[in-house]
């Protein structure tokens, strides 16, 4: 497998959970990050317990992100459905949070 750090990920479009909790059918990467740098990250599953917490260092940090000018953004395999309703769930129940990135 070749690294891809620091490379241009591929465009690609699909549903997504935006940060404000809107559900968009047509989320688009290109347009998204309209050329500024990202961190583009994927993760196996919503409802599992192997990743929750990295998913929410992330929105602890995503201010300083976003004063850096980098957007996050996080991709599973799961449906919007789903994703949003593990943002829906409190962290204590298992949950992330209302995470304020895509």
């Not at 968009?24 to 290109?30: E, G, T």
């Not at 409802?47 to 300083?64: G, H, M, N």
Request: charged share 20%; aromatic share 12%.
């Amino acid at each position: 497998m070749s690294v891809l750090v620091g490379r241009p990920a591929p465009d690609f479009t699909a549903a997504a959970v935006l940060g404000n909790g809107e559900i968009v059918d047509s989320y688009n990467l290109k347009d998204a990050i309209k050329g500024k740098k990202a961190v583009l990250f994927f993760y196996p599953l919503d409802f599992t317990f192997v990743c929750p917490s990295e998913l929410i260092a992330f929105d602890k940090r995503y201010e300083e992100f976003k004063q850096r000018g980098v957007e996050v953004i996080g991709v599973s395999i799961d449906s919007q459905f789903s994703h949003n309703a593990w943002r829906n769930t409190p962290v204590n129940q298992g949950g992330i949070g209302p995470v304020k990135y895509t």
